[in-house]
Each structure stands twice: as structure tokens, then as C-alpha cells.
């Protein structure tokens, strides 16, 4: 099945500005996005609700990637899914134009967290979202 991603302009685009926006020690931001899904044939359309960044003080200090979430930043993304009818998306920005990709880091760290979201809201789908400058993956 195919999923296919909506979200307005402005939601985009507001959440873009958030993603690089500096921080104190991490040499990128990191958010989750909370969606609404709708079945469709051969298609799961996953509709943006809202956009949760990771705040400044739930970021660890971790040089050898680009942004670190500690456990904090985690429970309380897991907690908006177990109070509300959403799935959650992981995101981050890549700075270029064109279509973007999940570098071996983006994986590595995304299957240590995104199953826990399946755990607290088994009913949505979960995942991640890497923006570029005008795309997204």
C-alpha cells in the first residue's frame, strides 16, 4: 500500500522555519509531525494535524550526530499519541533542494523509537518525514 502525505503549504512551510531555527549545541533541529490517517484503495492518506518540535532543553549533547532526542523528547510524543487519535511522524531537514533521503544515521536511530509509537497507538501508522528545501520524503 502506498501512503501518500498531505499537508497544507503554510504547515510546510511553518514547519521548515522551525527546523532551522539554531540551537545552543545541536547543529540541527528535529520535531514530530501528528497526523490523521484515511484509508483509500491501495492508498493510506496521512493527513498533517499537527507539528510538535523538540524542545531546546530535550536535546542531548551529542556531537557525533546532528541532533540527539533524549528520552524525554520521546515520552512526550508518545504521550500526544496515547491522548489523542493520531499517529506521530519523526522529522528533520536536510539543507538542500530536490528530493531528500534518510542517511544511514536517519535509520539507524529511527528503529530504535518509532515501534514504541506502535505500542501506545497500535491503530495509526508511525514513521518519519525528512524535508529538503522543497521536497519531501
Do not use: C, W
Not at 501512503?3 to 522551525?18: E, I, N
Not at 509531525?33 to 530535550?58: G, K, W
Not at 533524549?70 to 536536510?94: C, D, S, T, Y
Amino acid at each position: 500500500m502506498k501512503a501518500l502525505f498531505r499537508a497544507t503549504a503554510r504547515f510546510v512551510g511553518d514547519v521548515r522555519q522551525d527546523l532551522k531555527r539554531p540551537h545552543r549545541f545541536a547543529s540541527e533541529r528535529v520535531g514530530f509531525i501528528s497526523v490523521r490517517a484515511a484509508s483509500a484503495p491501495n492508498r493510506l492518506l496521512l493527513i498533517a494535524d499537527s507539528y510538535h518540535p523538540v524542545e531546546d532543553d530535550d536535546y542531548l549533547d551529542d556531537p557525533s550526530v546532528g541532533a540527539m532526542m533524549g528520552q524525554e523528547a520521546i515520552r512526550k510524543a508518545l504521550n500526544v499519541a496515547l491522548l489523542q487519535p493520531v499517529g506521530m511522524f519523526h522529522v528533520h531537514m536536510h539543507g538542500h533542494k530536490g528530493p531528500p533521503g534518510f542517511s544511514r544515521t536517519d535509520l539507524t536511530e529511527q528503529v530504535h523509537f518509532v515501534p514504541d509509537f506502535f505500542k501506545v497507538r497500535k491503530d495509526m501508522p508511525h514513521g518519519a518525514i525528512v524535508l529538503s528545501h522543497d521536497r519531501a520524503t
